[in-house]
């Protein structure tokens, strides 16, 4: 007798959603250890290859809502409410996951389908702003649905009141209001919206409210992977280790030609010492003398044309020295956006250890940052048809500011949601007085040493090496 799949997700929309549905699902694949997709979908074929883990179920004729019914008609189509049918369509499952076809699953969720449910509704994350007196208001885009339980008779409740009453967010609001008390909250990582709670990137990115979400690079980027290169990672007995893989570390030194000896008898070496490969350390060598603001921007396009997307580099300037535990802590946190040197943090913010900051507060500085490679092309883009066009660049010029400040203006525009980890103390040191640049760090030396940057000895080593 063949075991029916545990880990199964159900994804629903209509004809104009069908490729951001195939863009979700591979986004999936790539990152679970799922064994069943269903799409439900208005057609008996479906205008997509799709793998054999995907199966394609028709639900035109549905007649669970009634032409008619209170909430057919509202700006969200029937498709949404079917998700309140999934026990009855799938009556041999007994959990399903049900993912909004406005989602990108970006880091490993295999775990998700262990949520401990069984005397439970279903889990979902909350939303903070709408809970209120004791009452928890749950955005389902990413549920996790007990089916067996469900039974009992609460979808025959959940359906008849969709039929009969409006409700502004339709079927979330029903599932909210009947089952509450009854829904175990799902950490928010797994839904990560504008209106959750979550700490650093999320694996499950919801674009929720998010106007041209599929102009979003995760999306794009997504959708340029074909089943075929899926297939092949999944069939690896390992296929999320090699997800991993992918995910080596890569740090790009951002150096003038005056600053070569310095990157290469001083930077590289201090971070070959610490076992980092040379393999994996990029020399972006500003050659033509363009700047700093021209040159990254450059890279960026490098960048975007050459790097997995799902990786990220760590960015480096060519006038720093690192800390002893630069390799440990850039491994441990290679993910997402992470500042490895902040002049300042407003408001308060992070003053002792790592902590997560919007780009909209925090300031921070080049010395030191990871930038995930898939917002590389929509930099470009941005830079192109908006940096250009309006004359950014050259105010920017005016004000003596330069890469650090046009990337910021860029995430604040087109990302303002985003967060960037911050390392504090600093797992770099600006050392530019010591090569030919800038004195200021040489005078915020005692605050360096009591706050930002733990290693003076470092420091003090290599004025001795320099003669300094």
Known sequence: MKKKPSKVVAYSGTRNLYPYMVTAAKSLLL?????????????????????????????????????NGANMHSHFTYMSMMRATYSKLFPDLDRILSLDVD????????????LPIDDYYFSASKEPARCKNGFIYYNIGVCLFNLKKLRDGMIDHVIDELNTNQHPWIEQDV?????????????GTYNGTLFTEFQGDPKVIHYAAIKTWWEQPEVVEYSKYTFEQIEEYRKSKNFLKSKKTRLSMTYMIHACKERMWYVNKYLVSSM?????????????????????????????????????YLGGIWHLQDDVVISSRFKELTEKHNNGFAAGFSNQVNDGGNVNMIGEVQFNWSWFSFPCLRIPNRYASAFVKWYYNDVIANNIYEDLRKDGKNDDALFKRFMISKYPNAHCLNFIPNIVDHVDYLLGGSVINKQREGTRRAYWFEEPRIVENLEIALNK
């Open 175 to 187: 599932f909210t209001e009947f089952c509450q008390g009854r829904v175990y909250e799902m950490p």
């Open 31 to 67: 990152n679970s250890d799922v064994e069943k997709i269903y799409f439900l979908i208005e057609d008996d074929i479906f205008p997509h290859t799709l793998p054999n883990e995907i199966e394609c179920i028709n639900v035109s004729g549905q007649t669970f809502f009634q032409p």
């Open 272 to 308: 070959i010492d610490q076992g980092i490969s040379k393999d994996n350390i990029i020399v972006w060598q500003d050659k033509e003398d363009v700047g700093n603001l021209d040159s990254f921007v450059k890279s960026m396009k490098w960048v975007a044309e050459n790097q997995n």
């Open 103 to 114: 989602t990108i699953v970006d880091q490993d969720i295999s775990d998700i389908w262990d």
